[in-house]
């Protein structure tokens, strides 16, 4: 799944970064009441990916990196 910043512009829909994505790949929009509602979605979204990221980087392998 990816998060793309995107905008309205009166008749469509349109990215703000080009993305590649094959003919008819489905997609959801989701569009928020305010700018505030935006920055829960980003955080919430930040927040939700943090026990994935622990997994990853809380190894020890890359325990070296803890003393930099």
């Keep these: 799944m990816k998060h793309v910043a995107a905008h ?31 920055e829960h979605l980003r955080k919430g979204l930040f927040l939700a990916s943090m026990p994935a990221l622990k997994k990853v980087w809380d190894n020890p392998d890359d325990a070296v990196y803890d003393n930099l």
């Design 8 to 38: 309205y512009d009166g008749e469509k829909v349109v990215l703000d970064e080009p993305l590649s994505l094959p003919a008819n790949t489905p997609v959801e929009v989701i569009v928020p009441d305010s700018l505030n509602e935006i």
